[in-house]
C-alpha cells in the first residue's frame, strides 16, 4: 500500500496570505488527523476528520480550518498567515480512530516571511 | 487534558549499548502509547506500541514497557547501531477522545 502522501512538500508564504495544504490517507483509512510540529511546541494536535466531519480540535485559533473529502483526502487551510505559523505541518492516517495504529506523512514544510 | 512529559531530552550512547527513554502521562483514561522515530527531513515513523491492557511488548531490538498504576511507560532500545539515532517521540491517547498527544521528544545519538 501506498503511503500517506502530503502536498506540496515546501511553501514559501508572506504575512497576511492564506495557504491551502492536502493530504492523502493510505487506501481504506477514514481518520485523518493534522498536527503542527515547531521546535518550541513540539508536537501539537490540529484537528481530526472521519467521514468528513470534524470529530476533534485542538487549541489553535479559527484561522485553522480543515476538511475532508469522500475519498477521505483531506486539505487543512490557514487564513491570515503570521510569522509564528511557520512550521512543519503533518498529516497521519488511520483505520478509524486516532488511537488506532496511525501513520505520517512527510510533512509540509511552511515558511511564513 | 493529557500532558506527556518525556526524559531525557538528549542521550548519546555507543553502538551496542541499550538506550532507555522514559515517558509519563496523567490522563488514567489514556489506553494507547505509541513510539515514533524521525529522521531528520521525514514524518514520525511508528516504531512500536502498546495497549493499556498488555505490559510489555516488544519488537527485535525494540521494546516497550507500560506501569498503568505509576503512569509511566518507558522505550528500550537494545544493541544500539548508528541507524537508531533520530529523535524518538512517546504519545498517549483514548480511544473516545481520537487524539494523541505527544512528549517533547529524545534525541538518540548513536555513537560508533
Known amino acids: 500500500k501506498a503511503g500517506v502522501t502530503q502536498t506540496p512538500r515546501y511553501l514559501i508564504k508572506t504575512r497576511g496570505q492564506q495557504v491551502t495544504l492536502s493530504c492523502s490517507p493510505i487506501?481504506?483509512?477514514?481518520?485523518v488527523s493534522w498536527y503542527q510540529q515547531t521546535p518550541g511546541q513540539g508536537l501539537q494536535f490540529l484537528f481530526e476528520?472521519?467521514?468528513?466531519?470534524?470529530?476533534n480540535k485542538g487549541n489553535f485559533p479559527g484561522r485553522f480550518s480543515g476538511r475532508q473529502f469522500s475519498n477521505s483526502r483531506s486539505e487543512m487551510n490557514v487564513s491570515t498567515l503570521e510569522l509564528g505559523d511557520s512550521a512543519l505541518y503533518l498529516c497521519?492516517?488511520?483505520?478509524?480512530?486516532?488511537?488506532?495504529?496511525?501513520?505520517f506523512g512527510p510533512g509540509t514544510r511552511l515558511t511564513v516571511l | 487534558g493529557e500532558n506527556v512529559e518525556q526524559h531525557p531530552s538528549t542521550l548519546s550512547v555507543q553502538e551496542g549499548d541499550s538506550a532507555v527513554i522514559k515517558c509519563t502521562y496523567s490522563?488514567?483514561?489514556?489506553?494507547?502509547f505509541p513510539w515514533y522515530k524521525q529522521e531528520l527531513g521525514k514524518g514520525p515513523q511508528l516504531i512500536i506500541d502498546?495497549?493499556?491492557?498488555?505490559g510489555e511488548k516488544k519488537d527485535q531490538r525494540i521494546a516497550v514497557t507500560l506501569n498503568k498504576t505509576a503512569k509511566h511507560f518507558s522505550l528500550h532500545i537494545t544493541e544500539t547501531q548508528p541507524e537508531d539515532s533520530a529523535v524518538y517521540f512517546c504519545?498517549?491517547?483514548?480511544?473516545?477522545?481520537?487524539?494523541?498527544?505527544f512528549g517533547t521528544g529524545t534525541r538518540l545519538q548513536v555513537t560508533l
Open positions: 497521519a492516517s488511520s483505520p478509524d480512530r486516532a488511537t488506532d495504529t496511525q501513520y
Open positions: 487506501s481504506g483509512h477514514r481518520s
Open positions: 476528520y472521519f467521514s468528513e466531519t470534524q470529530r
Open positions: 490522563d488514567s483514561a489514556s489506553n494507547y
Open positions: 502498546i495497549r493499556s491492557n498488555v
Open positions: 504519545a498517549a491517547g483514548t480511544r473516545t477522545a481520537s487524539k494523541l498527544t
